[in-house]
């Protein structure tokens, strides 16, 4: 599986490439970031931002786009350019029919260094570990990507055997054709 992890910001949006299956080595096809200037329209640094990540998806054709979730962040235009750059890098896959999948930041650090409080150096070590670089990607926005990666290439499986439980266990009901979905006559 080949996933392009994206931590999602205005300023540095990191981005990185793994390919790897659960329980087998990973190895990293690509890390960096992509950057704009506080100072420019919002517009614009949105659309460099999707330019980007055109980019990355062209070079690297992932089969899976491994974003964070946004989280409550104390600082409201933080989190807003956050979540406008995470929307961003979500349509761009989904223009591509890639699936998307979403992680907290403490379910990536979790997946990565075994605690979910661990900090920014504690990430960038173990994906220096798991990858077998010669040292942590810098900024941190890059490793934090491939971290990202490599919490959806070990999970995808289990959350894939949940949804696949979850949607067997549901009641189907029958309908007569025509009706519409959700309704049964």
């Not at 349509?91 to 997946?111: I, Q």
Request: net charge positive.
């Amino acid at each position: 599986m080949r996933v392009l992890g994206v931590d999602p910001g205005l300023t540095r949006c990191g981005i990185g490439v793994v390919e790897g299956s659960a329980g087998r080595p990973l190895r990293m096809r690509a890390v960096g970031v992509v950057r704009t200037t506080a100072d420019a329209d919002i517009a614009e640094r949105l659309v460099l931002v999707e330019r980007g990540m055109e980019e990355w998806l062209d070079r690297y054709e992932p089969e899976v786009v491994a974003v964070e979730r946004v989280f409550s962040q104390h600082n409201v235009s933080t989190v807003m350019g956050t979540a406008q750059a995470s929307a961003v890098a979500m349509l761009c896959a989904a223009r591509r029919g890639l699936p998307v999948a979403l992680h907290t930041p403490s379910e990536v650090k979790a997946a990565v260094t075994g605690t979910g409080r661990a900090d920014k150096a504690q990430v960038g070590a173990m994906v220096t570990r798991l990858l077998r670089l010669d040292a942590p990607p810098r900024p941190a926005d890059a490793a934090d990507a491939l971290a990202l990666a490599i919490c959806h290439i070990w999970r995808a499986p289990a959350m894939n055997r949940l949804q696949s439980a979850h949607a067997a266990a549901r009641p189907r009901t029958a309908r007569t054709p025509g009706t519409p979905k959700g309704r049964t006559p």
